[in-house]
């Protein structure tokens, strides 16, 4: 039966339109089919990420990034940071003069919202990165000198603060 089905295929579209439709076909298929997506860190239920499971996204992208380099094939990147995140809130400051001095009286200012008051923030500074450590097996010397120049790029870094070893 399913002889008869291709010939009748051949007859209708010669050897060629049958080419073309089984090729129309499979990129309907590549359509159709879901594709990898690129490993990305999850951000956690609450949304918010902390300083430590940012400074591991940070080592994955780099590790990942000098991977690309000819020569690399493993690598092993670990980071410190100098501080983690800092929070600006709205606040309210009052300030008393006195024959000696000043008093600062600063208070936080507070907002109501359905589940009760929360303060108001104004800026959120990231975490700074203040150090570089990357382990590359068999890289040669022009190689390091590539990774502490991208590391010094990507993280805004001076390269003494960046410790490449093969």
Do not use: W
């Not at 309210?92 to 003069?97: G, K, L």
């Not at 097996?137 to 190689?143: C, D, L, V």
């Amino acid at each position: 039966m399913a002889s008869v089905e291709r010939e009748r295929l051949k007859r209708a579209f010669g050897k060629k339109g049958i080419i073309a439709l089984v090729g129309l076909v499979a990129g309907l298929l590549l359509l159709v089919l879901p594709t990898p997506k690129e490993e990305q860190t999850p951000l956690p239920e609450s949304g918010v990420m902390t300083s430590a499971e940012y400074c591991a996204m940070l080592e994955q992208k780099a590790e990942r990034l000098i991977c690309e380099l000819p020569e690399v094939d493993d690598c092993v990147v670990v980071i410190t940071l100098e501080r983690g995140y800092r929070h600006v809130y709205a606040s309210d400051m009052h300030v008393n003069e006195y024959s000696d001095g000043k008093e600062t009286d600063k208070t936080v200012v507070l907002a109501g919202n359905g589940s009760g008051e929360a303060a108001i923030p104004i800026e959120e500074t990231m975490p700074t990165v203040a150090g570089v450590a990357v382990v590359c097996k068999n890289a040669s010397y022009e190689t390091r000198y590539r990774i502490i120049e991208l590391m010094c790029a990507l993280f805004d870094v001076s390269s003494n603060r960046i410790s490449v070893q093969a």
